[in-house]
T-cell receptor
């Protein structure tokens, strides 16, 4: 079974530009989550998508946005990049059956560097 | 709001010694609890998860954790540390309709020869 795949693995952008990060969940998983792991700041929740809809959002400005496609893959877009956006961005997918939580699987991440 | 506290941002043990990484959660209802490990420049790998089926949870690589409701704790243990266990460990919780994981701040484990 293929795991969660993220692309690209590394991304270098200039301040003010836009970045697009992609995530493909495990087959059968309908929920996708995005996290930011910046140096010294731990793992911060960004966005949760399920069945094509944004279900929850962390404490991030609106320039962090995304979407989920009909095949459940997802994009994270970061507009007007700032130096402090440099971080490892992790995507995870999960399977819920009713309220039963069958766990979360993470991808290897995209390392975004803003210069 | 649910939260997770990991006591000790850095823990050092000798090879062969007991590993104990501490995690306490705050939740008004029984949560789902997880331990993940992260090796340098990699994503998160699931070690084990608590989903209310059993209070003692066994995971991969010889790790286990015990859910103690009275102490709101979910500490991670391993009887004998290996050099390959050196990594960062994260405790995480999810509960109810807030399906996203909330992570602790992480514990960097160093294994000394």
């Amino acid at each position: 079974e293929a795991g969660v795949t993220q692309s690209p693995t590394h991304l270098i952008k200039t301040r003010g530009q836009q970045a697009t990060l992609r995530c493909s969940p495990i087959s059968g998983h309908t929920s996708v989550y995005w996290y930011q792991q910046a140096l010294g700041l731990g793992l911060q929740f960004l966005l949760w998508y399920d069945e094509g809809e944004e279900r929850n959002r962390g404490n991030f400005p609106p320039r962090f946005s995304g979407r989920q496609f009909p095949n459940y893959s997802s994009e994270l877009n970061v507009n007007a990049l700032e130096l402090e956006d440099s971080a490892l961005y992790l995507c995870a997918s999960s399977l819920f059956i009713g309220e039963a939580n069958y766990g979360y699987t993470f991808g290897s991440g995209t390392r975004l560097t803003v210069v | 709001a649910q939260s997770v506290t990991q006591l000790g941002s850095h823990v050092s043990v000798s090879e062969g010694a007991l590993v104990l990484l501490r995690c306490n959660y705050s939740s008004s209802v029984p949560p789902y609890l997880f331990w993940y490990v992260q090796y340098p420049n990699q994503g998160l790998q699931l070690l084990l998860k608590y989903t209310s089926a059993a209070t003692l949870v066994k995971g991969i690589n010889g790790f286990e954790a015990e859910f103690k409701k009275s102490e709101t704790s979910f500490h991670l243990t391993k009887p004998s540390a290996h050099m390959s266990d050196a990594a960062e460990y994260f405790c995480a919780v999810s509960r109810g309709s807030a399906r996203q994981l909330t992570f602790g701040s992480g514990t960097q484990l160093t294994v000394l020869p």
